[in-house]
């Protein structure tokens, strides 16, 4: 069978001198030089670079021809484990239950509410599927409403760009009011009185720079700027305290944070700053008690501990401790009730919810056995109330959630997560296991397989990796996993350095110049995994995105031969380009996470020894799909597509290299819930395709 013929893209040399380095990229090109005004209407891509890109989907598309059959099953597989139907635990606030719920067939959520304690007297706030019809792209980034329950908000993106217009419904009326708010970063809050709503600007580099208070019936002429912050590095955010007795205003990058509260009673106050700005310091504050919890990285916390200070002098010279740091024990964060304050922590890679009774100050934590699961908490709308729900999931135990009295211990299960078309939690087992890394640290790996499955080698395998900004990839229950290990597939989850799951120290151990940790252990974690019967080389599919899409990059440079596949989703691979490129929304508050190669020799040298494509070079690299979208302003569709041209022409196997972009989304690519799956059935249809040693050589005929 004559296979497609891929597109060649064109070269045109770019020298670039740089702290007296020069380097050339031929595919610089692509690159649209009014990539802003793409990211808000990709329409007007220039004309050569769409023919392009429209190319390499074409060609993606015709190699996995053979595969349609498939991705159809897989899609509908992965479909038939979701409650079409289902809707959300209601969270009581005041008179009403508010809760989510999904119409069968609906790709968006419904917002609803009814009288508290009750099941009847649904009133709809605003349905997302409705408003979502005839649009190409659509993604609710946030709603809520006002405390006085009089409103309704609620942020929308339609290019997939993350520029949001924010829309506030009068609930008395069932009217949208006028005048939306344009260019919002897509979070916001209201003042306690119902009077104002604060939210922040998303500026032309689409970096979240100014708090802006407007009156909830009042226009853009009406808009007060509350803060500027004047650090491009720094992303700012508005919030309130969960006792609604103060506004938060927060500005930070990856390793400095700072604070300002506004006093909820007064709420066209002055921000008042918490502490100064010093860098490395990251704090962030609750309210509780008549005081301030703060939790912090101050004196070397590595793993973060709590201070209180008081509440008219929150400054650091006031701060005591009272949580202190424990190494290994990282505090992750925590939440105020008016009775109980609660903190969740990280311990080996492992999740603990502890409580402290106010009366007593003495703790308590949620007792869980299980050998790799994950627990989160969902603090609701109320402060005082003695029930805190939170959910237990592991890699094979759907969620549950609980409703937890913490003043007597007991716990009631609320609700489980429903899969219709079946899960039995006993056809499955989940192990944890340990790499040993070049340095000898302990690299925690996450196994889920079907029981039985041999451990000789025989089974593919996907592995999984991420290792950036402290992020952890958390032991959790996945509709879609379960469609290869289903298959016989092992899937595994390497927690390398630059994640948090360990503690912030395991983060701090993979960024910056320790960065090449992240892909020694996820090289470490495959060899391992071999060692142990659970793969074998040349039959592993590595799999990351964004900053995981990074660490793909760089571990196809460094082993080819251990894999079989390769996916880049949304891939961070030119690091060298975007981190020099000052225009870009997220370079300036990236400098703490990678270096400055503008003004630091050292990162520019050390980022040129890993950035993926400044190292693609002739190698027999293994199949390996890149994706991205067209209006993504995190990591810009140019990514991938360079990557994907400069791959093409070195690779000295006959496996494919092939690109997909998503056209008319960002980076989370397409928003619908059952639409994003079938770009996950294209992954994993990849996946099962690059298992076989003739994909790209021959045609073949895909698993079943």
């Known amino acids: 069978?004559?296979?497609?013929?891929?597109?060649?893209?064109?070269?045109?040399?770019?020298?670039?001198?740089?702290?007296?380095?020069?380097?050339?990229?031929?595919?610089?090109?692509?690159?649209?030089?009014?990539?802003?005004?793409?990211?808000?209407?990709?329409?007007?891509?220039?004309?050569?670079?769409?023919?392009?890109?429209?190319?390499?989907?074409?060609?993606?598309?015709?190699?996995?021809?053979?595969?349609?059959?498939?991705?159809?099953?897989?899609?509908?597989?992965?479909?038939?484990?979701?409650?079409?139907?289902?809707?959300?635990?209601?969270?009581?606030?005041?008179?009403?239950?508010?809760?989510?719920?999904?119409?069968?067939?609906?790709?968006?959520?419904?917002?609803?509410?009814?009288?508290?304690?009750?099941?009847?007297?649904?009133?709809?706030?605003?349905?997302?599927?409705?408003?979502?019809?005839?649009?190409?792209?659509?993604?609710?980034?946030?709603?809520?409403?006002?405390?006085?329950?009089?409103?309704?908000?609620?942020?929308?993106?339609?290019?997939?760009?993350?520029?949001?217009?924010?829309?506030?419904?009068?609930?008395?009326?069932?009217?949208?009011?006028?005048?939306?708010?344009?260019?919002?970063?897509?979070?916001?809050?209201?003042?306690?009185?119902?009077?104002?709503?604060?939210?922040?600007?998303?500026?032309?580099?689409?970096?979240?720079?100014?708090?802006?208070?407007?009156?909830?019936?009042?226009?853009?002429?009406?808009?007060?700027?509350?803060?500027?912050?004047?650090?491009?590095?720094?992303?700012?955010?508005?919030?309130?305290?969960?006792?609604?007795?103060?506004?938060?205003?927060?500005?930070?990058?990856?390793?400095?944070?700072?604070?300002?509260?506004?006093?909820?009673?007064?709420?066209?106050?002055?921000?008042?700053?918490?502490?100064?700005?010093?860098?490395g310091l990251m704090y962030s504050v609750e309210h509780w008690d008549g005081r301030f919890i703060i939790h912090t990285n101050a004196d070397g916390a590595i793993d973060f501990k709590l201070v209180s200070a008081p509440e008219d002098a929150p400054g650091r010279e006031n701060w005591q401790d009272w949580i202190p740091h424990r190494p290994g024990h990282f505090i992750m964060g925590a939440a105020a009730f008016s009775e109980h304050f609660v903190r969740v922590e990280r311990i080996d890679a492992n999740h603990h919810i502890v409580i402290t009774d106010r009366a007593s100050l003495t703790d308590r934590e949620i007792p869980i056995a299980e050998e790799a699961y994950a627990l989160s908490i969902d603090t609701g709308y109320e402060y005082a109330t003695p029930v805190l729900r939170y959910i237990y999931q592991s890699p094979t135990t759907p969620r549950s959630w609980f409703d937890y009295d913490m003043v007597t211990g007991e716990r009631t299960l609320r609700k489980t997560q429903e899969v219709p078309s079946g899960h039995n939690p006993a056809d499955y087992v989940a192990k944890r296991l340990y790499a040993t890394a070049p340095d000898g640290e302990q690299v925690p790996i996450t196994i889920l397989m079907k029981a039985g499955t041999p451990l000789d080698g025989s089974a593919p395998m996907l592995l999984y990796g991420y290792g950036s900004y402290g992020l952890s990839m958390d032991p959790s229950f996945s509709i879609r996993s379960l469609s290869l290990v289903d298959r016989g597939w092992i899937w595994a989850t390497a927690h390398v350095r630059g994640g948090s799951e360990k503690g912030w120290g395991w983060f701090l151990g993979g960024r910056g110049m320790q960065k090449a940790h992240t892909f020694t252990d996820f090289i470490a974690s495959a060899e391992h995994l071999v060692g142990e019967g659970y793969g074998a080389k040349g039959r592993i599919v590595a799999f990351g995105g964004s900053a995981g899409g990074m660490l793909m990059g760089a571990v196809a440079n460094l082993r080819p031969d251990l894999w079989a596949g390769v996916i880049g989703a949304v891939p961070f691979v030119d690091v060298l380009n975007t981190m020099s490129d000052v225009t870009l929304p997220l370079t300036p508050p990236e400098w703490p996470e990678w270096g400055n190669p503008l003004t630091d020799p050292a990162a520019y040298d050390y980022i040129l020894s890993y950035s993926p494509y400044d190292n693609v070079a002739p190698r027999p690299y293994p199949a390996i799909l890149a994706t991205g979208g067209l209006s993504d302003p995190r990591v810009t569709y140019w990514e991938p597509a360079k990557w994907a041209a400069k791959l093409r022409v070195n690779t000295t196997s006959q496996r494919p290299i092939l690109l997909k972009i998503n056209m008319e989304a960002g980076h989370q690519g397409s928003a619908g819930r059952f639409e994003s799956l079938k770009e996950v059935a294209l992954d994993y249809a990849f996946a099962i395709q690059a298992i076989d040693p003739g994909f790209g050589a021959q045609s073949a005929t895909p698993e079943e």
Request: aromatic share 10%.
């Open 1 to 279: 069978m004559t296979l497609p013929t891929p597109p060649i893209a064109k070269t045109e040399p770019l020298s670039t001198e740089q702290l007296g380095r020069v380097r050339v990229d031929d595919y610089a090109w692509l690159k649209d030089a009014d990539w802003q005004k793409v990211m808000r209407d990709p329409t007007v891509i220039r004309a050569d670079i769409r023919e392009y890109l429209e190319a390499e989907n074409a060609y993606t598309k015709a190699m996995l021809a053979p595969t349609e059959a498939l991705q159809a099953t897989l899609f509908e597989e992965m479909k038939g484990r979701i409650k079409e139907d289902d809707s959300s635990l209601p969270q009581p606030d005041g008179p009403f239950d508010y809760y989510v719920r999904y119409a069968i067939g609906g790709q968006h959520p419904i917002y609803a509410r009814r009288p508290r304690g009750s099941e009847a007297g649904e009133e709809i706030l605003i349905d997302a599927d409705a408003l979502s019809k005839g649009k190409p792209f659509f993604n609710l980034a946030s709603a809520g409403h006002s405390p006085d329950h009089a409103l309704f908000a609620w942020a929308v993106d339609e290019q997939g760009s993350e520029y949001h217009r924010i829309y506030i419904k009068d609930l008395a009326t069932g009217e949208t009011l006028p005048n939306s708010i344009e260019s919002a970063e897509g979070g916001f809050v209201f003042s306690p009185d119902g009077q104002w709503l604060f939210w922040v600007f998303r500026d032309e580099n689409a970096r979240p720079s100014k708090v802006f208070r407007r009156p909830v019936h009042g226009s853009a002429a009406d808009d007060v700027m509350v803060y500027e912050e004047p650090d491009e590095g720094m992303f700012v955010h508005v919030d309130e305290t969960r006792s609604r007795a103060y506004l938060l205003i927060t500005a930070g990058d990856h390793e400095t944070s700072t604070a300002w509260l506004i006093p909820a009673a007064d709420p066209t106050a002055e921000p008042r700053i918490v502490e100064p700005r010093t860098p």
